[in-house]
């Protein structure tokens, strides 16, 4: 059995990844990154907030065509293929609004030079996978849903963008919108009395990410996923049970990215990590999970490099 070491959100960052797989045991052999005796799978979210985007595409992508490492799609890959992707209808399938062009913009300037290298490096962010299953684990971006993966499943057969999957994704009436929401985003609900809070952006939200896994239903509070200081200010109220996904304890264990997490990084259940410790933010954290094979997640399995800044 392969040792896998499971990589969590890099947005541009690429002297903290080097660092990371340095400490992990891997070494640049015929300009790529590996070890003979594990395999890296990075969560997505390899752009988008970092000054270093390129750099780590020129990591992560040799190592994952050599197959020395396996990748899922994490939202800012799936982002910026629509954003550059035409709308039969008109404009593009994400708006070129100006909150959308601030988020793309230090990815667009680091391609400005070579618009042919940015569209081959979109369609290869196409065949990245939403999710992988290897049996005895699970990866992906942000929420393992078995409602939406096999919704997915039964009409597009793979877990991948097809160009109708892609456009039916972006319309907000249509079940793929909702399924490439929950996947790649998370499970969100609305607050409710009308309530809403500013996220680290800046951006108002009458919505909250929730612990998607918890097996009881508790508070809005509770169940937030963001900031303490954030998280003062949402409802005591109690959440509705329709709110949650639910992860059972006897599933494989799943690892996911995407949700900023902060402290010192820890499983969440027995079966249950996240492995996206802000590195895109000052003082955040680069992490991976080290898995052996365990059905049981141990702390002692993550490592980290803090971000150099």
């Known amino acids: 059995m392969n040792a896998f070491d499971i990589i969590g959100d890099i947005h541009g960052q690429a002297e903290e990844l080097e660092s990371l797989l340095k400490k992990l045991g891997y070494y640049k052999l015929n300009g790529t990154y590996q070890n003979k005796d594990r395999k890296v799978i990075f969560l997505g979210d390899f752009i988008d907030r970092g000054n270093f985007q390129k750099e780590v595409i020129e990591i992560v992508r040799p190592m994952i065509d050599k197959n020395c490492a396996y990748a899922v799609m994490g939202n800012h890959e799936y982002n910026a293929i629509c954003y550059a992707t035409h709308d039969p209808d008109g404009g593009f399938l994400r708006k070129h609004s100006d909150k959308n062009f601030n988020q793309h913009k230090a990815f667009l ?150 949700y900023w997490m902060n402290g010192q990084p820890a499983v969440l259940a027995t079966n249950i990590a996240c492995v996206d410790w802000s590195v895109a933010k000052k003082k955040g954290k680069l992490v991976a999970y080290s898995w052996l094979g365990e059905k049981i997640l141990q702390d002692k399995n993550f490592s980290y490099v803090e971000r150099n800044d």
């Open 109 to 258: 300037k680091a391609y400005e030079s070579n618009l042919e290298e940015y569209q081959e490096l979109l369609e290869w962010f196409k065949k990245l996978p939403l999710w992988i299953d290897f049996g005895s684990f699970r990866v992906i971006h942000a929420c393992w849903d078995d409602v939406e993966i096999n919704r997915i499943l039964k009409k597009y057969k793979k877990p991948v963008l097809t160009d109708e999957f892609l456009h039916q994704s972006t319309k907000k009436n249509n079940w793929e919108y909702q399924a490439i929401e929950i996947l790649l985003k998370g499970k969100e609900v609305s607050l409710p009395n009308g309530e809403s809070f500013f996220d680290k952006d800046g951006n108002e939200r009458t919505e909250m990410r929730v612990s998607w896994w918890s097996q009881e239903v508790s508070t809005y509070r509770d169940m937030f996923l963001g900031p303490e200081d954030t998280r003062k200010l949402i409802s005591n109220q109690k959440i509705k049970e329709d709110c949650l996904v639910g992860y059972n304890k006897e599933e494989p264990p799943v690892f996911f990215g995407h």
